[in-house]
């Protein structure tokens, strides 16, 4: 009988995330529902995975981003060029449509401001001031106070540093970003339980209002994405092969983004559209390179979700945003995207950097980034679609567009 039991409960910890998940908001919202004073105790579950992630993050950033950049590899071919452009372009993109749409319909966040004081910049040359300042700041002091502008800068000098190492000390970079997204995966591993604390404390404390308030958000999220797959993303298709981009966009969304949605990981996805590219009959050369770059820097939709929860919490708090702030925020977003980490709500991490340029405190970052991951049912997978599909469609699109060439020339 103990046996059964325990080969039951090693079975619901290996299960799915998402099912998960899921399980942790239904329980959350019933015992809201049932219980008031025992939703405010199991409050303390979603304050303790808030405080893992406070934890973690920002050594995830720094430990990322040196390593990816130190194991970099130089000499790539040239049809990697343009595909690169595309992806950086669609990344950047992604987060002025994200701006857009949350300046047209503004969502705002329940948070837990206490007696925080916040000071918002008062315009483009004040957030200028404030990003430059935390760029020089003492790497260290940058670690203990979550000061994710600094961390970016030490780890991108850092980066380009290593990469003149020998390949031990580069190996050993790569070991140490493997044990942190090891070690965060172990922290999102318990993002059922967080999120069951997180939905009853506050469904308990402002009432049944706030999941109408998630939904909204989520609907907004998922509206860009959408934007961004069947607009933007054609119209950069169209300007490489000049012809109708949509049998193209809806090949790889039908046989690369379905599979990317429930798989929740685009380096997952890599097989998947590696298969598609053969098919497609794209240089081989071209797409084994391609591909698992762009499981890395293409990232749409972690910029459409950073920029928007971003914006959201910037809304709650009542900061304005003038449109130099706005373009900033969308440089900052597309950087953050693309450093995103390879594990299921990676993105979400990074909300704190976008966070940081409106001086709003790591705790109330925090407290977006949980948000982040009661919506990241639906949220995660979309993002993941979007970001894995495109990287297909983009190769696709410089391989076909380098045939035409080869084939006027003839």
Same mark, same amino acid.
């Given at each position: 009988? +103990?046996?059964? =039991?325990?080969?039951?409960?090693?079975?619901?910890?290996?299960?799915?995330?998402?099912? +998960?998940?899921?399980?942790? $908001?239904?329980?959350?919202?019933?015992?809201?529902?049932?219980?008031?004073?025992?939703?405010?105790?199991?409050?303390?579950? %979603?304050?303790?995975?808030?405080?893992?992630?406070?934890?973690? &993050?920002?050594?995830?950033?720094?430990?990322?981003?040196?390593? /990816?950049?130190?194991?970099?590899?130089?000499?790539?071919?040239?049809?990697?060029?343009?595909?690169?452009?595309?992806? $950086?372009?669609?990344?950047?993109?992604?987060?002025?449509?994200?701006?857009?749409?949350?300046?047209?319909?503004?969502?705002?966040?329940? $948070?837990?401001?206490?007696?925080?004081?916040?000071?918002?910049?008062? %315009?483009?040359?004040?957030?200028?001031?404030?990003?430059?300042?935390?760029?020089?700041?003492?790497? @260290?002091?940058?670690?203990?106070?979550?000061?994710?502008?600094? =961390?970016?800068?030490?780890?991108?000098?850092?980066?380009?540093?290593?990469?003149?190492?020998?390949?031990?000390?580069?190996?050993?970079?790569?070991?140490?970003?493997?044990?942190?997204?090891?070690?965060?995966?172990?922290?999102?591993?318990?993002?059922? @339980?967080?999120?069951?604390?997180?939905?009853?404390?506050?469904?308990?404390?402002?009432?049944?209002?706030?999941?109408?308030?998630y939904a909204q958000l989520l609907t907004l999220l998922l509206g860009c994405m959408c934007l961004m797959a069947l607009v933007?993303?054609?119209?950069?298709?169209?300007?490489?092969?000049?012809?109708?981009?949509?049998?193209?966009?809806?090949?790889?969304?039908?046989?690369?983004?379905?599979?990317?949605?429930?798989?929740?990981?685009?380096?997952?996805?890599?097989?998947?559209?590696?298969?598609?590219?053969?098919?497609?009959?794209?240089?081989?050369?071209?797409?084994?390179?391609?591909?698992?770059?762009?499981?890395?820097? /293409?990232?749409?939709? &972690?910029?459409?979700?950073?920029?928007?929860?971003?914006?959201?919490?910037?809304?709650?708090?009542?900061?304005?945003?003038?449109?130099?702030?706005? #373009?900033?925020?969308?440089? #900052?977003?597309?950087?953050?995207?693309? %450093?995103?980490s390879g594990v299921a709500g990676g993105s979400l991490l990074l909300i704190p950097v976008a966070c940081n340029m409106f001086? @709003?405190?790591?705790?109330?970052?925090? +407290?977006?980034?949980?948000v982040g991951f009661i919506i990241g049912v639906l949220q995660d997978s979309a993002e993941t679609a979007l970001n894995s599909?495109?990287? =297909?469609?983009?190769?696709?699109?410089?391989?076909?567009?380098?045939?035409?060439?080869?084939?006027?020339?003839?």
């Open positions: 009988m +103990q046996t059964n =039991i325990m080969e039951r409960l090693r079975g619901l910890v290996a299960g799915s995330l998402v099912k +998960q998940i899921m399980l942790g $908001l239904a329980a959350g919202i019933l015992l809201a529902w049932f219980s008031k004073d025992a939703a405010l105790t199991v409050g303390l579950l %979603g304050e303790l995975f808030v405080s893992a992630l406070k934890a973690v &993050a920002p050594m995830l950033v720094l430990v990322l981003v040196i390593a /990816s950049i130190a194991n970099h590899q130089q000499g790539q071919k040239t049809n990697i060029r343009p595909i690169v452009a595309l992806y $950086l372009l669609s990344t950047f993109f992604a987060a002025v449509v994200a701006v857009l749409c949350s300046h047209l319909f503004p969502q705002t966040l329940s $948070l837990n401001v206490g007696k925080t004081e916040i000071v918002p910049p008062s %315009g483009i040359a004040e957030v200028l001031h404030g990003l430059l300042m935390s760029m020089v700041a003492n790497p @260290i002091d940058a670690l203990i106070h979550a000061n994710y502008i600094g =961390i970016l800068v030490w780890a991108i000098g850092l980066g380009l540093a290593f990469r003149h190492s020998s390949e031990s000390t580069k190996s050993f970079l790569n070991d140490a970003s493997n044990a942190v997204t090891w070690l965060v995966r172990c922290v999102i591993r318990c993002a059922p @339980i967080g999120i069951f604390g997180l939905v009853a404390s506050i469904l308990a404390s402002t009432g049944f209002g706030a999941l109408w308030e933007v993303n054609p119209l950069l298709v169209y300007n490489k092969i000049r012809r109708n981009p949509y049998p193209l966009v809806f090949t790889c969304l039908r046989e690369s983004g379905v599979t990317a949605f429930f798989t929740r990981s685009s380096a997952a996805n890599i097989p998947v559209n590696m298969a598609l590219a053969k098919r497609l009959k794209l240089d081989e050369d071209t797409y084994s390179v391609s591909i698992p770059l762009g499981a890395t820097i /293409s990232m749409a939709g &972690a910029s459409i979700t950073i920029t928007v929860l971003t914006l959201a919490a910037v809304h709650t708090l009542g900061i304005q945003v003038d449109v130099p702030t706005a #373009v900033l925020l969308s440089l #900052v977003a597309s950087i953050c995207a693309c %450093g995103a001086g @709003i405190p790591n705790d109330l970052a925090m +407290q977006v980034v949980a599909s495109t990287d =297909i469609l983009f190769t696709a699109a410089v391989c076909q567009a380098e045939e035409q060439r080869v084939e006027s020339r003839a």
